[in-house]
């Protein structure tokens, strides 16, 4: 089977209480067939609870959830062949991988014949076909995790929901798992949903992310955009690191707006968005879209070098404008020693395009 079968995956208006907790709030994704998204957000903003909702095991209050154009809400969880992997692997310890990966199969009252060629498969696709006699407590977190995976697609599912799969696992097994998971999607044409918290691997792994905050998607787009573009100022503060400065619009015309920071400069910003005269705004700028000078100018701040630390090709500055916030600006060494002067002056590089949005953090 390699990429046989390719499904879509629709999460309509999907909202989700308990009690008077509002875990997932008006969620709508579309997933297309053969794509991996990512669910990112910090803890307790609803990503468990939407693949639960889209597993059957939650019963969601509003919206709806339709795989290929059909609606699934009607089917209860062993009826809608989803497959879902958790952060503990929950193998059955007393059975070998080849009989932890078979158990769906037989559950199914698949032929002992095709059970077997499908379990030889799978053990294939995951690479353990030499531990298929193992018990799990043989095997190593990332194995386990492994045997875990192939149980979920051995009954080819439509979608496979992935919920902190690798979380336990120490750094290199994750990466190993991350590029797994991506050599299985281009194998296997598979529709999946990654939950993670981990920005690095939702970069790494998905086609999109959803990034969410308290039980809304606040943007949903590639890991490029969603880095150099993001929608809104949880997005441009919880993916990457970056640099928030407070000020005001001044005015805002052909796709620019003059701000007058905080800092103590009026800085011109390019941004489709438009704000009224006056209003409060914030500037998120990325380490590497500030820029760093011996002299003032125009649309230039005054900043005291608190540190500068060679980061491998790199410079990082740590720094404080003089209304008291911290930046960090990180600019190419190119062989140069490390300016160390306390006084300096700060601006926008010409060709960034960092985030300015109305809400305040
Ligand atoms: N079974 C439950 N009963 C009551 N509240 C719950 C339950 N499960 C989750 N919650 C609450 O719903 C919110 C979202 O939780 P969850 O979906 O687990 O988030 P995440 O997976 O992003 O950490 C949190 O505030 C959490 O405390
Ligand atoms: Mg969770």
Redesign the pocket.
């Known amino acids: 089977m390699t990429g046989a079968r390719r499904h879509t995956l629709d999460i309509d208006s999907v909202t989700h209480r308990?009690?008077a907790?509002t875990?997932?709030a008006g969620v709508s994704l579309a997933v297309r067939a053969g794509e991996i998204v990512a669910l990112l957000?910090?803890?307790?903003?609803?990503?468990?609870?939407?693949l639960r909702v889209v597993a059957g095991f939650v019963r969601q209050r509003g919206g709806s959830v339709r795989i290929d154009d059909q609606p699934i809400d009607h089917l209860p969880a062993n009826l809608r062949n989803v497959g879902i992997v958790f952060q503990s692997y929950a193998l059955f310890p007393h059975l070998t991988v080849a009989r932890n990966i078979a158990y769906g199969l037989e559950a199914r009252g698949r032929a002992r014949a095709d059970v077997r060629q499908t379990v030889d498969r799978f053990l294939e696709v995951v690479r353990l076909t030499d531990l298929r006699d193992r018990l799990p407590r043989q095997l190593s977190g990332g194995q386990q995790q492994r045997v875990a995976v192939a149980r979920a697609l051995a009954v080819e599912p439509t979608v496979l929901l992935l919920d902190e799969p690798f979380s336990a696992l120490d750094k290199g097994l994750r990466l190993d798992m991350q590029i797994e998971i991506k050599r299985l999607q281009r194998q296997l044409g598979l529709t999946a949903i990654l939950?993670t918290h981990d920005q690095d691997e939702a970069m790494s792994v998905a086609d999109r992310i959803a990034v969410?905050n308290h039980?809304r998607v606040e943007q949903f787009d590639t890991p490029i955009n969603v880095y150099d573009h993001p929608a809104t100022l949880f997005v441009s503060g919880f993916i990457g690191t970056t640099n928030l400065l407070r000020g005001r619009a001044l005015e805002s015309s052909h796709g620019t707006t003059l701000v007058e920071l905080a800092a103590g400069a009026r800085v011109t910003v390019r941004t489709d968005r438009v704000f009224d005269a006056g209003a409060p705004v914030t500037l998120s700028a990325r380490p590497e879209q500030l820029s760093l000078h011996g002299e003032p100018a125009a649309e230039r701040w005054r900043v005291r070098r608190r540190l500068a630390v060679p980061l491998g090709p790199n410079t990082m500055h740590d720094l404080e404008t003089h209304d008291g916030s911290t930046l960090k600006l990180v600019e190419p060494r190119l062989g140069r020693p490390v300016e160390t002067t306390a006084e300096a002056w700060c601006g926008l590089r010409p060709d960034a395009c960092p985030g300015l949005f109305k809400e305040e953090p």
Do not use: F, N, Q
């Open positions: 308990y009690g907790v875990a997932v957000g910090p803890s307790g903003c609803g990503k468990t609870t939407l939950v969410m039980g």
